[in-house]
């Protein structure tokens, strides 16, 4: 069962779902890594971007703490003759559909530990100087850090 419980989990999930997606053409983790990378220039198909997830605590003053973690991927393609841009983004928003569906399988079977809610998607265009249009998708994610913050006196010189 995988649980998003760090960057690293957090990055396998989603570069394994691009994986699998027959629709994904190129994945990246971070835009700045996808403008670096060539291998997508040339490319006529969806490329799938994750940023890294921005961390916080929800407190409730009681002792079940979670991490509340706000994560973010772009389904994207470049502008083409053929296409334009808004029927890239209503593409990519279709997409987006597909992996925000397949996370809810992967909850809903046992696969993925992690709990998923406020899913919002806006469009982006263009991204960078690519010239990629597409959806930028944001969604919450939780998980219990009640051991992680429990206090030791070990760890303090008290």
């Not at 649980?3 to 989990?9: A, C, E, M, S």
């Not at 971007?49 to 994560?71: C, F, H, M, Q």
């Not at 899913?119 to 939780?142: D, K, M």
Request: glycine share 6%; hydrophobic share 35%; charged share 25%.
């Amino acid at each position: 069962m995988m649980q998003l419980t760090n960057l690293q989990d957090y990055f396998e999930y989603f570069e394994q779902l691009a994986s699998q997606a027959a629709f994904i053409d190129f994945f990246a983790f971070t835009k700045e890594e996808f403008d670096k990378k060539s291998s997508h220039k040339g490319r006529g198909g969806w490329c799938m971007i994750l940023e890294p997830y921005d961390a916080g605590i929800k407190d409730n003053g009681a002792d079940s703490v979670l991490s509340y973690n706000t994560g973010q991927f772009v389904i994207a393609k470049k502008k083409t003759n053929e296409a334009t841009p808004a029927v890239i983004e209503n593409q990519a928003q279709k997409l987006a559909h597909k992996i925000l569906g397949r996370m809810r399988r992967d909850r809903r079977e046992g696969k993925l530990a992690t709990s998923f809610e406020n899913f919002s998607l806006q469009t982006i265009n263009p991204l960078g100087a690519a010239g990629y249009h597409g959806v930028l998708v944001e969604f919450n994610f939780y998980y219990s850090i009640n051991q992680e913050m429990k206090f030791n006196e070990e760890d303090w010189n008290l």
